[in-house]
């Protein structure tokens, strides 16, 4: 009886730190959480507005109608289901590009690249 209360208490310690030791760091890894391999959060449509209008993207492109450059629902629309969209639209839009929209080119943005991975996120999400 008494090693069961003895194994009992080591396995309740053991439960208490790991517990600890998890929600110290829960908040960075939370996303991870489901799989090895998740997905980082897209932002809220808000957030999502905000940060393109913050980077001036909607002085030429809109949510739904082609300004200068596309809708972004039609560049998700484009994009949909190809592995590769999200580094190549992240590479379009720090280095610039011409020709995937007609003959308007898009200068390189100057953009955090983390904005600019955020952005490409909320973008790509569109339907």
């Not at 310690?13 to 959060?41: F, I, L």
């Not at 980077?55 to 109608?65: E, F, T, V």
Request: aromatic share 6%; with cysteine; proline share 4%.
């Amino acid at each position: 009886m008494r090693n069961i209360q003895w194994m009992s208490s080591i396995l309740m310690a053991g439960v208490v730190y790991a517990g600890g030791a998890w929600a110290a760091d829960a908040a960075p890894t939370a996303a991870k959480a489901a799989t090895p391999e998740a997905k980082e959060a897209v932002l809220s449509d808000a957030d999502g507005r905000a940060l393109l209008k913050k980077n001036n993207c909607l002085a030429c492109h809109s949510m739904d109608k082609k300004v200068l450059g596309p809708a972004f629902k039609d560049v998700a629309a484009k994009y949909r289901g190809q592995a590769d969209a999200e580094a190549k639209l992240i590479t379009k839009v720090s280095k610039g590009g011409q020709g995937a929209w007609g003959t308007m080119a898009m200068p390189p943005q100057s953009a955090k690249q983390d904005d600019i991975k955020s952005m490409v996120k909320f973008v790509l999400s569109q339907k």
